[in-house]
């Protein structure tokens, strides 16, 4: 069942009077799987074209059964013959939608003329209309450039679009400037050992852990308040569910605060601000999870305990009097624990001791700092510090983390010539999507996850 010419034209959406006498497309309009509904509302019986992928086939009494699958949904086409199509192929449409309870979504195409524009090869190595839980997720990522077909898993990359979009959006409405900063550095950010080296010329570089110190650069610029979206990299050797070698981190920077409170307090804006741009945006692919966000209410509800209060709730919440730091299985107590005391799947926890933070930290007191975590459905989603500002003291603490000011003239310069107070955070993109889906793994919020193994496609 073809059409012998005119794709090129109706394509195109140009509309020249067709050559062609015999074309059945002239008068059928190019829509969206998503408009049918609101199509049959208005124009019944109008013929409408649609292009997209064949799902799912299937023959029965004389009919062919195709799902056909575009960018905005699925829909269910009927032709009158048995035919030589293959799942996968890219497709061209022409008929008229009627309603059907038969049909999943209750409408349905019957079909006037159908064109293959690319015949997808028999011998597929994955199912994309398998059910996405069904498979593992080593088949999942070993078969990535087939597998982001299935809707599910292509949905967690709308969910996460929205989340970038309103994490920008928000701190542009407060005032913050959007920042690109190198991800080719001299030295680490984060003070610890693990760096990717680069071979640049004929020096070595490295790939950023974190915007940490240009953005601390551009708040003290006189920018005041950066935000930035951007890959970072860890070349830590986990192979963890937690875990990615690249990662997407959205940075936040901000002059003129005394305390992390401040942060933690602007962070739950843009926790509610993303989560509610989720619900209004994202409910078919929220729904594809069986996921759901927070309300407003239940972010503002959640606790802030100090490292120490965290720690006594995690022992007299397990029992175990062997916790001695926030590892894994204490984020997950934690939030367990919040929700059942504050109806609140997150928990932020500040007044971290020194010896956890990196040397940028802004002390409070002798061992602890101004910093905090954030916490969400089990998981570790942010961490975030006021940061020391001020030169004389930045100097005399860098011995205690094994560092010499001589090996820093970049902080020393920053701090040098007038720095305001300032602070800010990193939430892990990945992590926050993971969670928000109830996703098992941060790999599956990564399109093109780097693990150790992984470097492909
Ligand atoms: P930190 O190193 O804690 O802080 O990272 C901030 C957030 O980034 C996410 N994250 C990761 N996500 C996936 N895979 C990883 N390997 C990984 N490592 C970290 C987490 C984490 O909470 N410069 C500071 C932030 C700041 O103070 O502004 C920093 O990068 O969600």
Same mark, same amino acid.
């Given at each position: ?71 905005? +949904? ?28 038969? *049909? ?16 997808? #090869? ?22 990535? =450039? ?14 996460? *679009? ?6 920008? *959006? ?10 690109? !900063?190198?991800?080719?550095? &001299? ?9 990717? &080296? ?9 790939? #950023? ?10 708040? *003290? ?33 901000? #002059? ?15 926790? =509610? ?13 929220? #729904? ?8 407003? $209410? ?5 606790? !802030? ?9 995690? =022992? ?32 932020? =926890?500040? &007044? ?44 005399? $603490? ?11 003239? +970049? ?21 926050? !999507? ?5 996703? !098992? ?17």
């Amino acid at each position: 069942m073809t059409i012998d010419i005119c794709a090129s034209v109706h394509l195109s959406g140009a509309l020249p009077p067709c050559p062609n006498e015999r074309c059945t497309l002239l008068s059928a309009m190019r829509v969206l799987i998503r408009d049918l509904a609101k199509i049959l509302r208005e124009k019944p019986e109008e013929p409408v074209e649609l292009e997209g992928w064949v799902h799912r086939i299937r023959e029965l009494g004389g009919l062919s059964f195709i799902i056909l699958r575009d960018r905005s +949904g699925m829909v269910q086409a009927v032709a009158t013959e048995k035919l030589d199509l293959t799942l996968e192929s890219v497709i061209s449409i022409s008929g008229i939608p009627v309603r059907t309870e038969k *049909a999943p979504g209750g409408i349905e195409i019957q079909v006037r003329t159908l064109t293959c524009i690319s015949r997808a #090869a028999q011998d597929m190595p994955y199912r994309v209309n398998a059910a996405f839980g069904r498979m593992g997720l080593e088949t999942v990522l070993d078969n990535r =450039i087939l597998s982001l077909r299935n809707p599910a898993l292509q949905a967690v990359f709308k969910v996460q *679009a929205t989340i970038i979009e309103a994490f920008s *959006a928000y701190l542009r409405s407060q005032d913050f400037t959007e920042i690109r !900063t190198s991800k080719l550095v &001299a030295n680490g950010t984060e003070g610890g050992t693990a760096l990717f &080296a680069v071979e640049y010329f004929n020096k070595k570089l490295y790939l #950023a852990q974190s915007p940490q110190f240009y953005k601390q650069v551009m708040v *003290a610029s006189g920018m005041e308040r950066v935000f930035e979206v951007a890959q970072v990299y860890r070349a830590e050797k986990h192979d963890t569910p937690r875990h990615l070698n690249e990662y997407v981190s959205l940075d936040v920077e901000m #002059a003129f605060i005394e305390s992390e409170l401040e942060l933690i307090a602007l962070e739950k804006a843009l926790l =509610i601000h993303i989560f509610s741009e989720l619900a209004r945006k994202n409910s078919p692919e929220l #729904a594809l999870h069986q996921a759901a966000v927070p309300d407003a $209410a239940a972010v503002e509800r959640s606790p !802030t305990l100090s490292y120490e209060e965290a720690l006594r709730i995690a =022992i007299k919440e397990s029992g175990n009097a062997r916790l001695f730091d926030i590892n894994p299985e204490v984020e997950r107590l934690l939030c367990v624990w919040s929700m059942r005391e504050y109806q609140s799947p997150l928990v932020f =926890i500040n &007044a971290f001791p020194r010896r956890h933070r990196p040397f940028y930290t802004y002390p409070l007191g002798d061992t602890l700092t101004m910093s905090f975590d954030t916490l969400f459905r089990g998981l570790e989603i942010t961490s975030g510090s006021r940061r020391q500002h001020d030169y004389q003291a930045f100097v005399e $603490a860098l011995p205690r983390f094994g560092l010499k000011a001589q090996d820093m003239p +970049g902080y020393l310069t920053l701090l040098q010539y007038g720095c305001p107070p300032h602070g800010g955070f990193a939430l892990g993109c990945e992590r926050l !999507t993971q969670k928000i889906l109830g996703l !098992t793994s941060v790999k599956e919020a990564s399109l093109f996850p780097r693990d150790r193994k992984r470097i492909s496609p």
